[in-house]
């Protein structure tokens, strides 16, 4: 079982839901509900996020 830390990777960067918002063109609404796993996140998305935030998509992956 894997949990995603985009949330973390997004703090550690400094950057607002605001600003991944700007810069993916993926609304506010939907990072926070992504980031609250209200919703899935596609692999299309996964990767417009990884290259914003410049990691790896494995980054974003937590092994538990």
């Known amino acids: 079982m894997y949990k995603l830390k985009l949330r973390e990777i997004r703090l ?7 600003d991944i918002a700007k810069l993916t063109g993926i609304p506010q609404s939907t990072i926070s509900y992504m980031e609250n796993r ?3 996140i596609d692999l299309d998305t996964l990767e417009k996020m990884s290259i914003v935030l410049k990691v790896k998509m494995k980054d974003f992956f937590i092994q538990l």
């Open 38 to 40: 209200l919703i899935p």
């Open 12 to 18: 550690y960067k400094n950057l607002s839901q605001d």
